[in-house]
C-alpha cells in the first residue's frame, strides 16, 4: 500500500486517490459542499485555505491546504521510488 502525505502530517492511500484538482471551479464547490453535508468530507486544511481537493474511489473528499501540483509531485516521487527498488 502506497500513501502519500497530504500536508500537515495527513497521510491518504495514494491508490485509492481518483482525482486531484483545484477547489476554484463551481462543479468542484458543489461536490464539496454536496460531500460536508453527507459526512463525506474530511477537512485536512487545519484552518488554513483549501488548495487542493482529493476526491477518493470510495466517495470521500478530502480537503488540503497544499497546492494540486505538490500533492502530485510527491505522488510521483513516490512511483519512482517504488519503481527503482
Not at 485536512?44 to 481537493?53: D, F, L, N, Q, S
Request: glycine residues 6%.
Amino acid at each position: 500500500m502506497q500513501l502519500i502525505n497530504i500536508g500537515f502530517g495527513n497521510i491518504v492511500s495514494a491508490n485509492r486517490i481518483i482525482a486531484i484538482v483545484s477547489p476554484e471551479s463551481a462543479p468542484i464547490k458543489r461536490m464539496v459542499q454536496e460531500a460536508k453535508d453527507s459526512k463525506m468530507a474530511v477537512d485536512a486544511t487545519y484552518g488554513r485555505r483549501t488548495r487542493a481537493v482529493v476526491i477518493m474511489d470510495s466517495g470521500h473528499i478530502i480537503l488540503s491546504a497544499v497546492q494540486p501540483e505538490t500533492v502530485a509531485g510527491r505522488l510521483e516521487r513516490e512511483d519512482k521510488e517504488e519503481v527503482e527498488e
